[in-house]
């Protein structure tokens, strides 16, 4: 399975679970705002990490919360692939990615 399926598979699940049941009813223009809360809930899953490190829930609590963040890239992913916002393989796209940052400089765009 590649992350295109398992995005497939997540994301039917987040319309089972009416997570998605907003967007069927919303104007083509309407998109990016429930788009933008997608994203402000990843950055919540993000925000979770950190309590967990910062509150020391253990290293079963950050892994859980570190596949939160997964689930709900991955779900946004395929919610956009299928409205056509966009179009590119996520798993291609990773994997490419993958190889232009084993070719970029020690902390390249960082300060040291």
């Given at each position: 399975?590649?992350?295109d399926?398992?995005?497939e598979?997540i994301?039917?699940t987040?319309?089972?679970?009416?997570?998605?049941?907003?967007?069927?009813?919303?104007?083509?223009?309407?998109?990016?705002?429930?788009?933008?809360?997608?994203?402000?809930?990843?950055?919540?899953?993000?925000?979770?990490?950190?309590?967990?490190?910062?509150?020391?829930?253990?290293?079963?609590?950050?892994?859980?919360?570190?596949?939160?963040i997964?689930?709900?890239?991955?779900?946004?992913?395929?919610?956009?692939?299928?409205?056509?916002?966009?179009t590119?393989?996520?798993?291609?796209?990773?994997?490419?990615?993958?190889?232009?940052?084993?070719?970029?400089?020690?902390?390249?765009?960082?300060?040291?």
């Amino acid at each position: 399975m590649n992350i295109d399926d398992l995005a497939e598979s997540i994301h039917k699940t987040a319309v089972e679970k009416k997570f998605w049941e907003p967007m069927e009813r919303m104007e083509k223009q309407d998109n990016f705002i429930f788009y933008c809360k997608q994203i402000a809930m990843i950055h919540s899953e993000a925000t979770e990490v950190l309590e967990a490190l910062r509150k020391d829930k253990g290293q079963d609590k950050v892994v859980e919360e570190l596949a939160d963040i997964l689930i709900r890239v991955l779900d946004l992913y395929e919610g956009m692939r299928l409205e056509d916002d966009v179009t590119h393989s996520l798993h291609y796209t990773l994997l490419k990615k993958i190889n232009i940052n084993k070719d970029r400089p020690e902390l390249h765009g960082t300060r040291g």
